[in-house]
């Protein structure tokens, strides 16, 4: 897991089993957690990652996701925009 | 421990095999109703899920040839086609094979069925096919091309375009100026798509080899669960919206979803430019999604404008492991008896309370409520067990070159689920005896006996009281119970000094062994069917009954208890141990007078009992229980019935009759045959469920052993 100034940086290219390991992960530290984003080097894997975000929010509202409330150019995804009403 | 990937092809198995068992009774139904499109619509579309799922999970064979199958389905489908007889032939034909390839690949068996490449052929010049222009379809993962009945849906929202943003617009606006097409395509799919291998993103993947994505939008559920229970298996978008601009035609869009295009789970539109045009005064860059602040703060209030499909949340029937029922099954067993307790307990009763008598009846109520309901999730319709008899009758019939028609009754009865996998085999046996032995040989034969020269064969199903009754009548000859007679004394089955009613005569029947048919063929009379019957009905708790008049006909009758979870019983008692009788088994109860026992040195005793004289068993003695012995004059008798003839139990009293929770039995007790399980009675008290089958048994050897003497 990849947290830095408090900034937790998730790999796009995890698949359902990695962001699994990675929910628990992050529930264990996420007191450290102040913000997470998506590292867009590689393409999205899974769609789940977008279930996780909202999951994590969900854990601790406080948590800044820039990509629940903005939208995020993902290569092949296009502009993206995540709605979200819970 | 099984694996994801083990559960999930697991799962694949899991619906193949319903798809498969569906067909079948489809099938039946379009041969009844060639015309109607509606059911080949219906078979189509389970052909296609099945192809899609079988070339997903390396189910090769099985694919290749569903696709062909699914080919010859398409072009029947056309109002303008319609069906002969030949085609419906083949089309049973393929089943058949596609039932086949299936169970060999299921079961890892690298192996062709023996008409797989003969009927694929029939297929191909059924229509006409060019193998070669079907094989340039058919590109490197299978995929071909899918037919557009499945994106008829429109599914575009106009409102969207709203909340793209104008820099978004303007590149899709530019795509115009390059003669391309903006396609619009909005994926809402089941929320297992996870478990059955798909990902939104192998879609996006396919779309790079068509255009661009420009825009996507991802309309997630309310219902995301929280970290702590985040769950990978469950998909919780609801709908994914995707701009994509191509030049392609709509058809190559179409092709991306082969493998998962179900309806309303796909649609596609070509957007119209002007409604970009005319939006675009009404853009607001603010209005682009209203959820900037905080999504999640603002759930409730914004429930009522979402516009986001909440169909997946709201499926209307959803799968459970039966086992998960079984133990749901169990836990209100254990309620039951619980309330028992606290319904028969001296010193609540002694409070004579009327306010706690009001709960205790409330209680009472609410768990026989809950106990029906929980017995009725196991209840299921005989109808798909009966239509597929169809199947059977029509395969007999060709084969015996009989005219039958098989007429069914009662197919909404509901049997509990765990009974219909043991009666398919017994039913299938059934349905071939009647029209193999029991239809007349041939339409001069039914003329000459003025009957009509179609056979007839009723298959119906009917709950009368607790129990569950099938009957399988023929019209046909009858059973000459002279012939039976005769074969059983030949056989050493039956005894020429003696002298057998009808019925006993008809139960040797389904002794193993017998069989009257001058020739074995491979529809029946190997000799074994009936007696395996026998035993498959017995198997769950049943009984089979044979009724016939010579020249009018066979009836079998099938008498099954409603559940195999919990019996109807009589509750008798000897000395202080309760015991439970099948309700099934019992004739009738009585009292003895002296002059109806007789006594036969060192045989036992007997009784005249309404003319016939039946051997007395002494429970007591038989479960070897220390107790002083009565008179059976002062004791009650229980006639059990059994087609080896009738006994008589004698009991010391008769409690009553009750349904009770079977409960299974430890392996030690298991071996005692006497005995087929347990069950709590209300007082607390267990009560050993008694097994006539091994009564009945344990006497003959005792008849036997003295008889020797």
């Given at each position: ?7 937790l ?18 529930k ?8 997470v ?50 | 421990?099984?694996?994801?990937k ?13 798809i ?7 099938l ?24 899609g ?32 007889k ?10 058949d ?13 690298d ?36 037919h557009?009945?499945h ?19 303007n ?25 059955r ?32 229970i ?48 005319s939006?675009e ?10 959820v ?27 799968r ?29 009763r002694s ?25 009725n999730?196991?209840?299921?319709p ?16 060709n ?24 009666l398919?085999?017994?039913l ?33 199903a ?35 000094e ?8 008809l139960?040797f029947l389904?002794?193993?062994?017998f ?6 063929t ?36 099938i008498?099954l ?66 107790y ?82």
């Amino acid at each position: 897991m990849n947290i830095k100034d408090g900034v937790l940086k998730i790999d796009s290219s995890l698949n359902n089993l990695e962001l699994e390991k990675l929910s628990h992960e992050i529930k264990n530290n996420i007191e450290q957690i102040k913000e997470v984003t998506i590292d867009k080097k590689s393409i999205v894997t899974s769609s789940c990652l977008f279930t996780l975000l909202i999951s994590i929010k969900k854990a601790k509202t406080d948590i800044s996701i820039p990509i629940l409330f903005e939208e995020i150019d993902i290569e092949g995804f296009g502009n993206v925009s995540i709605i979200s009403k819970g | 421990m099984s694996t994801t990937k083990d559960r999930i092809i697991g799962i694949f198995i899991e619906e193949s095999t319903e798809i498969i068992q569906q067909l079948e009774t489809e099938l039946m139904i379009l041969e009844e109703s060639p015309w109607d499109k509606s059911i080949i619509n219906e078979i189509f579309r389970g052909v296609h899920t099945l192809k899609g799922n079988a070339n997903s999970f390396g189910f090769t064979k099985l694919g290749g040839f569903v696709h062909y199958f699914e080919d010859l389905l398409d072009f029947y489908r056309n109002p303008n086609n319609q069906l002969n007889k030949k085609i419906i032939q083949l089309i049973f034909d393929a089943y058949d094979v596609i039932k086949e390839v299936f169970e060999l690949e299921r079961d890892k068996i690298d192996k062709y069925p023996k008409e797989y490449e003969n009927i694929l052929k029939q297929i191909k010049e059924s229509l006409e096919i060019d193998l070669e222009k079907i094989e340039a379809k058919i590109i490197d993962n299978n995929k071909i091309v899918i037919h557009k009945q499945h994106f008829h849906h429109d599914k575009f929202d106009k409102d969207e375009i709203k909340n793209i943003s104008k820099d978004v617009k303007n590149i899709l606006l530019d795509s115009i100026n390059e003669d391309k097409k903006i396609f619009n395509i909005v994926m809402q799919f089941d929320t297992d798509i996870y478990i059955r291998g798909y990902n939104h993103t192998l879609f996006f993947k396919l779309f790079a080899n068509l255009g661009t994505v420009v825009k996507s939008f991802w309309y997630m559920a309310n219902n995301i669960p929280e970290l702590e229970i985040f769950d990978i298996e469950k998909n919780y978008i609801n709908k994914v919206s995707v701009y994509l601009v191509s030049s392609e035609n709509i058809d190559e869009i179409q092709d991306v979803f082969e493998f998962i295009a179900e309806d309303n789970e796909v649609g596609i539109s070509i957007v119209d430019i002007s409604l970009f045009e005319s939006a675009e005064d009404e853009i607001m860059e603010s209005q682009l999604i209203k959820v900037n602040e905080d999504p999640i703060k603002n759930l409730s209030i914004n429930q009522s404008n979402t516009s986001v499909s909440n169909s997946n949340t709201s499926a209307k029937s959803i799968r459970i492991e039966s086992s998960k029922l079984d133990e749901l099954f169990d836990s209100i067993g254990e309620l039951v008896i619980a309330q028992s307790f606290i319904d028969q307990n001296e010193l609540i009763r002694s409070l004579n309370n009327l306010e706690i008598n009001q709960y205790l009846s409330m209680l009472n109520k609410t768990t026989r409520l809950i106990q029906n309901k929980v017995m009725n999730l196991r209840m299921i319709p005989i109808k798909d067990t009966f239509l597929k008899m169809k199947r059977v009758a029509r395969d007999v019939s060709n084969k015996t070159n009989k005219e039958i028609e098989l007429i069914l009754s009662g197919e909404d009865t509901e049997i509990d689920k765990t009974m219909v996998d043991s009666l398919g085999e017994p039913l299938i046996h059934l349905i071939r005896n009647s029209i193999d032995h029991g239809i007349e040989a041939n339409k001069e034969d039914r003329i000459n006996a003025n009957k009509e020269e179609i056979g007839k064969v009723y298959l119906s199903a009917m709950h009368k009281g607790s129990n569950f009754i099938i009957e399988i009548k023929d019209d046909g000859r009858g059973v000459d119970t002279q012939k039976i007679l005769q074969k059983a004394i030949e056989k050493g089955i039956a005894s020429s000094e003696e002298t057998y009613t009808k019925e006993e005569i008809l139960n040797f029947l389904l002794v193993a062994g017998f069989s009257t048919a001058p020739t074995i063929t491979d529809i029946s009379g190997r000799g074994v069917g009936l007696d395996a019957v026998k035993r498959s009905i017995e198997s769950i708790k049943g009984k089979i009954h044979i009724e016939s008049n010579l020249g009018e006909g066979t009836t079998f009758r099938i008498v099954l208890p409603l559940t195999l979870a919990i019996i109807d019983g009589m509750s008798v008692k000897v000395k202080d141990e309760t015991f439970i009788i099948p309700t099934l088994s019992v004739v009738e109860s009585f009292r003895a007078k002296k002059g109806d026992i007789q006594k036969a040195q060192g045989k036992g005793e007997f009784i005249n009992f309404r003319g016939d004289i039946l051997p007395i068993v002494k429970l007591g003695e038989l479960l070897e229980i220390d107790y002083e012995p009565l008179d059976v004059e002062q004791t009650t008798l229980i006639c059990i019935e059994h087609e080896k003839g009738r006994y008589v139990l004698q009991v010391n009293e008769l409690l009553g009759r009750q349904q009770v929770v079977i409960k299974s039995l430890s392996k030690k007790l298991a071996i005692i045959k006497e005995i087929s399980g347990a069950a709590i009675m209300g007082s607390g008290v267990i009560a050993l469920i008694l097994n006539t089958e091994g009564i009945r048994e344990w006497l003959d050897t005792e008849l036997e052993n003295k008889k020797i003497k």
